[in-house]
């Protein structure tokens, strides 16, 4: 979500009667690449962009073909294949040894169900989304042409493919929480290769605490692009943290802070009262994440004071709180808190790729 936020701010900063855009990205992956599905690259006529596709490797060409599809007005669909490593193939070897497919696609601002007016209707809401967008096709009138949807679906056509088949895909997408990409034909007998881009809400985490050691976290959530709201004393908390985070409540005002599928919890208050008395209340919510700075011994304390003696075995409970990687200082802390986090929410065991056997990321289906 931070990289579209970047790319909307970019979109609305450029003054398209003087500079037209394009926006490139990546609908499809095979086997190794640097980023996936979802990656953008927003550019202009003249040359400037923002975003990547890549890890650098293949933003050159990606410039040059968006400029292409703002020169001849229309989309188009290239293939990167990187499986045997052929720099012959785009003047470069890239080393990730897979396939990516890339959609470039002019924008007129005008147009407001272009893809980047359809991902500001997202950008801030607490509920997950679904971009359908045409990916290839036998006609050129249908490449590129995207919708946005919810779980409550819509009933407008598409593509002139049928509503209950397009219904039942987009229920399946939304149970499995999973991008995925399908040929089928519409009702006219075309051919098409759709992407349903699966577009979660970015983690909020909510911190229980106002020491000095939440500035730390705070810096790195802000740099991941998760949004942070903070549970303490108003006072304590020093003005350059207030900036970076999008709210702050007193431990009274606990009962305000609103938690989803997509919130985390960190208990960090240094305050063992403070821990007792906020614990049960969100372990009330089972949120996705809920953890607790401390040894196990202080957790042990507080699960027997509380009564709650099957407290360690919740499944969304972590106390100790952190990835073991021998972290020291605050930011190390920090960063052993939301690497345990996001392999929670990405269901991943959070250890070294060195033992993973297979490909790094899943196949998309």
């Keep these: 979500m931070k990289e579209i936020r970047k790319i909307i701010d970019f979109y609305d900063s450029i003054d398209q009667s003087k500079d037209k855009i394009a926006l490139a990205s990546v609908v499809n992956v095979e086997e190794s690449s640097y980023r996936r599905i979802g990656a953008r690259m927003l550019v202009t006529e003249n040359g400037t962009w923002i975003g990547g596709i890549s890890g650098g490797c293949l933003e050159g060409d990606a410039l040059k073909r968006s400029q ?19 720099k012959n193939q785009i003047g470069v070897g890239l080393g990730c040894n897979g396939k990516i497919e890339v959609l470039f696609n002019p924008i007129q601002k005008e147009n407001h169900q272009n893809e980047i007016e359809l991902l500001k209707n997202i950008q801030c809401k607490r509920e997950p989304a679904l971009l359908i967008k045409v990916i290839a096709s036998e006609l ?7 919708v946005l949807v ?24 939304f149970e499995r929480k999973r991008n995925k990409v399908l040929n089928l034909r519409n009702l006219d007998g075309h051919e098409m290769k759709l992407l349903f881009e699966f577009i979660k809400p970015e983690i909020h985490l909510i911190i229980i605490g106002d020491n000095y ?3 730390a976290l705070v810096c790195l959530c802000n740099e991941l692009g998760w949004a942070v709201s903070i549970v303490g ?10 900036k970076l985070v999008d709210r702050v409540y007193e431990y009274e005002q606990v009962s ?31 949120p996705t994440y809920l ?3 401390g040894p196990r011994k202080r957790m042990d304390k507080m699960k027997n004071e509380l009564g709650m003696f099957e407290l360690d075995e919740l499944p969304f409970f972590y106390s100790p709180v952190g990835l073991d990687i021998g972290a020291e200082s605050p930011e190390e802390i920090s960063l052993a808190i939301a690497s345990e986090i996001l392999s929670v929410f990405r269901v991943k065991e959070g250890r070294s790729l060195k033992y993973k056997k ?8």
């Design 233 to 242: 004393r108003s006072k304590k908390i020093p003005k350059e943290v207030f």
């Design 213 to 215: 050691d939440v500035h």
């Design 140 to 146: 050129d009138t249908y490449l590129g042409n995207v």
């Design 150 to 173: 919810n779980e409550k679906f819509w009933t407008a056509d598409f593509c002139q493919i049928e509503k209950e088949t397009l219904v039942e895909l987009v229920r399946e997408v």
């Design 68 to 86: 292409m599809a703002i020169f001849n007005n229309k989309p188009s669909r290239v293939v990167y294949d990187t499986m045997d490593d052929d």
């Design 291 to 293: 953890g607790m700075l």
């Design 256 to 286: 305000r802070v609103v938690i989803d599928e997509y919130c985390a919890v960190i208990l960090m208050s240094h305050d063992y009262e403070w821990d007792k008395k906020m614990l049960p209340i969100f372990i009330n919510h089972t």
């Design 358 to 365: 297979g490909a790094i990321h899943e196949r998309i289906g």
